[in-house]
């Protein structure tokens, strides 16, 4: 059986649980690292401020290694 294309492989959060808020709350993503196997993201309450939540994703064309001086 064919394997569907991915239409789904990278999803975007909008909503997240808040546990100080006690609700679903909008949410700001936040780039926190740059490694050589993807970034890292964190995902803060737009209302309290509050890390919710955070993701990993594979794009691996933002790191560069530099050559030593």
């Known amino acids: 059986m064919p394997r569907p294309p991915d239409s789904y492989s990278e999803l975007e959060v909008s909503e997240l649980?808040?546990?100080k808020c006690k609700r679903a709350t909008p949410?700001?993503?936040?780039?926190?690292?740059?490694?050589?196997?993807?970034?890292?993201?964190?995902?803060t309450c737009s209302?309290?401020?509050?890390?919710?939540g955070s993701k990993m994703d594979d794009d691996t064309s933002a790191f560069t290694i530099l050559p030593p001086k």
């Open 47 to 52: 209302v309290c401020g509050s890390s919710v």
């Open 17 to 19: 649980y808040c546990a």
């Open 27 to 43: 949410v700001r993503q936040r780039l926190l690292l740059i490694l050589p196997s993807g970034n890292k993201y964190d995902y």
